[in-house]
């Protein structure tokens, strides 16, 4: 089996998560074993697979495993199931939660799902003096998943108690009240093979689960890809079983991404320094696996593939012309973080929308930093670009985003390789990007497909852009050839490459 390592699987996934959905379904179109695989406690886990297009046998969460409801089906609990207290002398409901009083103190209070309004999602038991004593949380599958204990004096959670459908423990999780915190001292697993097993903490019950899973073929060892390597970089070192484990860096390595002679983050030069504990190490382009080389020797296998594809679908999909296309709608797909460089991009559009009025903005991506996102929102309120800069918010599908737009641009500080590359040549849409490290240099070709500016030069960048949205037929070619790039990122030719790296046996 192929494991995919991740912390969570979200409702909006991240660009780590995007890549191992799109690596899981490579693997299932050719016939190869995979899961993704989560450490991240998640009672909405099945329901996040869902919204992705995932299915239970596609996935596997570290806490889901030990609970025993890998494939749970069963009853769902509703508000109407829960029983009241028999002393109650008042019932209020509200649209997000119904309280039972007795002599005007809330003591039960139950709070449905926002997606099902009348499907359990918590139950809170509270004193006479007003504090909660205990919190219930159900699966979004309808059973009681983990009960939390409170500590009277400060609020705080002391333990919490993970169940099997079957309402019988199975994880224990017991916290230390230091001062405003409640760090997590141990982990106790109820009744495995017949014994209670105690853990001090996550990396160590990472290493127990996955030696496990490992033990249920041990003739054919699983291979692990450790995507989230700074969650799985010390436990991938501790197994005490035979596997295969490689480290997948989805970003730059140095903390200045422009100084690649400079500091690296703590995470990598741990995987460096053990190398030898490692089948190899996955890069998503060949310039890093070149620096990596370069700079560091490392004593194990640096191995370029690609993390994104263009489907069959996509492939064959019809052209959209460019005169289908809105007229000089250009687009963003970045998620609101630093590492997005969006200040840059507003500033070139500025000088876009000069030149050409009515040029507009769509920004694609979820926020990660609200306080960013007003400050984004003022910057182009500030520069009179309200009517023309859209801040959309996150998509679970681009299909028609990338078919109505006529250019992309791409701003960020580093990259490993953005998926949005890819996407966008396989809707026909040039790309504009700064030289980021990692990914557009090696997949832009300058005015065949797009261009690639140098870092941070916000008006070359727009100058490019007014030149191609000026010159439609220009823009037009770019896109018939951005067009012709999907052969190169086919499903068919990514798998070639997999299957001839040393990761696919």
């Not at 182009?380 to 681009?398: C, E, I, P, W």
């Amino acid at each position: 089996m192929y494991y995919f390592l991740t912390e969570q699987l979200a409702a909006q996934p991240s660009g780590i998560e995007h890549a191992q959905i799109k690596r899981l379904q490579l693997f299932k179109q050719n016939h190869v074993p995979a899961k993704i695989f989560t450490n991240a406690y998640d009672r909405f886990f099945h329901y996040h697979a869902t919204i992705n297009g995932l299915h239970e046998h596609d996935i596997l969460n570290l806490f889901d495993w030990l609970q025993h409801a890998e494939t749970y089906h069963g009853v769902k609990k509703m508000v109407k199931d829960i029983k009241a207290p028999g002393n109650y002398d008042t019932v209020i409901t509200k649209n997000n939660y119904t309280d039972y009083l007795i002599n005007n103190h809330v003591i039960l209070r139950i709070i449905p799902f926002n997606f099902a309004a009348k499907q359990v999602s918590e139950v809170h038991f509270s004193a006479f003096n007003g504090q909660v004593v205990q919190k219930d949380f159900y699966d979004t599958r309808g059973f009681l998943s983990f009960t939390q204990f409170m500590d009277q004096n400060g609020g705080g959670v002391v333990s919490e108690v993970m169940y099997t459908p079957q309402h019988q423990p199975a994880v224990e999780k017991i916290y230390r009240h230091s001062g405003n915190q409640y760090p997590v001292t141990c982990y106790r697993i109820f009744n495995y093979a017949g014994n209670d097993w105690y853990f001090d903490n996550m990396n160590q019950l990472i290493r127990f689960v996955l030696d496990e899973l490992n033990l249920k073929q041990p003739q054919i060892p699983d291979t692990l890809l450790a995507d989230l390597d700074y969650v799985y970089d010390r436990p991938l070192t501790w197994l005490t079983t035979k596997t295969r484990n490689f480290l997948v860096w989805h970003n730059i390595h140095t903390v200045d991404p422009m100084n690649l002679d400079g500091p690296i983050y703590a995470n990598y030069r741990f995987e460096l320094d053990n190398a030898t504990k490692f089948a190899g190490l996955i890069v998503p382009t060949q310039k890093q696996a070149n620096d990596i080389k370069r700079r560091f020797a490392p004593k194990m296998p640096v191995i370029t593939l690609p993390y994104g594809y263009v489907t069959a679908k996509q492939l064959t999909a019809a052209k959209i012309p460019l005169a289908s296309r809105i007229r000089h709608k250009i687009i963003a797909v970045a998620r609101i973080h630093p590492q997005k460089n969006l200040p840059d991009m507003i500033k070139a559009f500025q000088l876009i929308q000069q030149k050409i009025p009515d040029a507009t903005l769509d920004i694609w991506g979820y926020t990660n930093d609200q306080k960013l996102l007003q400050q984004l929102q003022k910057q182009v309120a500030d520069l009179n670009l309200t009517a023309n800069v859209a801040f959309k918010g996150y998509s679970q599908n681009l299909d028609q985003v990338y078919d109505s737009a006529q250019l992309m641009l791409l701003t960020s500080l580093h990259e490993g390789n953005p998926l949005s590359l890819i996407e966008a040549f396989a809707h026909g849409v040039p790309i504009i990007s700064y030289a980021t490290n990692y990914g557009p240099a090696e997949v832009i070709t300058p005015d065949v497909n797009g261009a690639v500016i140098p870092q941070g030069d916000y008006q070359q960048l727009a100058a490019t852009a007014i030149k191609y949205l000026q010159d439609q037929p220009l823009l037009a070619q770019l896109s018939h050839n951005a067009y012709a790039a999907r052969q190169t990122f086919s499903a068919t030719a990514t798998w070639q490459q997999w299957t001839a790296s040393s990761v696919i046996q």
